[in-house]
């Protein structure tokens, strides 16, 4: 049964051997009914700690209690990371088919949910750290960039069993870029402003 007993340590152990513990996971043969839920769960989790860390900041007197001009509801900011997510797992499968690679999309999908399951540990760290010193919850979250960033690479690799961690980190960077270009345009056809922006 997987229980925090079992996941933490697993955790910990991706972050010493990702590709290995990524051929582990697909070794699972879990079911994608099963894998949509888990990827469900890690974004409430996800959701449930963002707002954990906001009463911590109103707390230590570093927030406003008053909801910021453009504030987007916990539901929404859900909702919006779960498309992304579900996203992702399509892109991994579809660019990584176009190049050659043999990953099944459920590969691809438990993948993610493992890899925003350590971001949600990363998370509690950060939020943990807040309470201690502001500036270590800030390196915290730009390490956990670079660890996305890292497993993600080796993830994909091991998915469709590809070599070149370069070519594969090269692809994410310039997929990521693309997807963003894409995504701005259709807003912008669409009349859609970014607050910001001109």
């Known amino acids: 049964m997987m229980n925090l007993s079992v996941l933490l340590p697993m955790a910990v152990e991706t972050l010493k051997a990702p590709r290995e513990m990524a051929e582990r996971l697909m070794a699972l043969n879990l079911g994608r009914d099963v894998l949509w839920q888990a990827l469900a769960l890690v974004v409430v989790l996800s959701i449930l700690l963002a707002e954990i860390t906001n009463v911590i900041l109103l707390a230590a007197g570093m927030g406003s209690p008053e909801a910021p001009v453009g504030f ?3 539901l929404t900011i859900g909702m919006i990371q779960l498309s992304l997510l579900v996203m992702v797992v399509f892109a991994i499968f579809w660019v990584g088919r176009a190049f050659g690679g043999t990953g099944r999309f459920q590969d691809g999908l438990v993948l993610v949910v493992w890899l925003q399951f350590i971001m949600v540990c990363l998370q509690v760290v950060q939020t943990l750290a807040i309470l201690v010193l502001a500036p270590v919850a800030w390196a915290i979250g730009i390490l956990g960039l670079v660890v996305f960033m890292w497993l993600l690479t080796h993830f994909i690799a091991a998915a469709h069993g590809f070599t070149s ?4 980190f090269l692809t994410i960077v310039l997929a990521g870029f693309g997807f963003a270009f894409g995504l701005s345009l259709l ?7 970014i607050p910001g922006m001109v």
Do not use: F, N, Y
């Open 187 to 193: 807003l912008a056809l669409v009349g859609v402003s």
């Open 72 to 74: 987007i509801s916990p």
């Open 165 to 168: 961690l370069g070519r594969v």
